[in-house]
């Protein structure tokens, strides 16, 4: 006798969005990008914890197909990153994907094609990421203005994007869990514990203590900002720009009302004013 009863299917799919770190290479030297990465992780061993991401050569001037794709690839795992796909639609990149099994993602709105930005970027050998010490730098800078009580000009970001809905959670994100507002900003009305994520791909507030990470302009908009009450976080980061606190906070701003925002619609540092 047959039996009646269907046999459920061995896969079944459905959608699932997260987002992943897009990786803005500024150097087409795979040893470059390597060292970088591994100056990262010596700060803090679980800073990207396998993490997806995606790899952005629009800052390049160089062809795709030059560089040296396997030890790129080799350097992010080294570092505990996944590289999941890259960033641009040319054909190059294409057949690049499809060779090391990898997916194609759109570049972010408002962002330059490939090698279009070269001149206002600076040199091709530039460091892949702003170095740890020119943002301890500009960090500094702010912390000793701050204490001198300096006025500062206003951050110069681009014109703010309106999200059509905002994400409120109205209860206090505890450690290990990780809330995303996807396309919308986020406002959370309670503290964000210690080893809890909160992500939005708008801006980002909190009427609390912002401990944990916090990572505003998830997809690339680089106007989003993050605005907290009392800053406590381990890392605050806006459009694929982070900022990392392994000694805490700098006691300047340490428990009290700021924003984190990106210097500039070009910068790659982030600043933290005031509110």
């Known amino acids: 006798m047959k039996s009646s009863t269907k046999s459920k299917p061995a896969v079944e799919f459905k959608g699932y969005e997260t987002p992943a770190l897009r990786a803005i290479l500024r150097d087409d030297s795979a040893p470059a990008l390597q060292e970088t990465l591994q100056q990262m992780l010596a700060q803090q061993p679980d800073f990207f914890g396998w993490q997806p991401v995606a790899i952005d050569l629009s800052r390049l001037q160089v062809s795709a197909e030059t560089l040296a794709w ?24 294409r057949q690049i ?22 001149a206002r970027e600076g040199p091709a050998n530039a460091a892949p990421v702003a170095s740890a010490a020119d943002q301890a730098a500009r960090h500094a800078e702010a912390v000793e203005a701050a204490r001198a009580g300096q006025a500062s000009e206003p951050l110069a970001v681009a014109a703010v994007q309106s999200f059509a809905d905002t994400m409120v959670i109205d209860r206090a994100i505890r450690s290990g869990q990780q809330i995303y507002a996807r396309d919308r900003d986020l406002i959370v009305m309670g503290v964000v514990s210690p080893g ?13 203590s912002l401990g944990g990470r916090a990572i505003a302009g998830a997809r690339g908009h680089r106007a989003a900002r993050i605005f907290t009450l ?13 900022k990392t606190f392994e000694d ?28």
């Open 248 to 275: 805490g906070v700098p006691e300047a701003f340490r428990g009290k009302p700021v924003q984190v925002a990106l210097a500039s619609v070009d910068s790659d540092a982030l600043e933290i004013r005031p509110i």
């Open 70 to 93: 396997a030890e790129i690839l080799a350097a992010f795992r080294a570092a505990q990153l996944h590289p999941v796909g890259l960033v641009g639609d040319s054909e190059a990149l």
């Open 196 to 208: 809890a994520e909160v992500i939005a791909d708008g801006n980002i507030h909190v009427y609390g």
């Open 97 to 118: 994907a499809q060779s090391y099994q990898l997916g194609l993602l759109e570049l972010p709105s408002g962002m330059p094609a490939a090698g279009a930005s070269a």
């Open 230 to 242: 009392d800053l406590r976080a381990e890392i605050v980061a806006v459009a694929g720009l982070y």
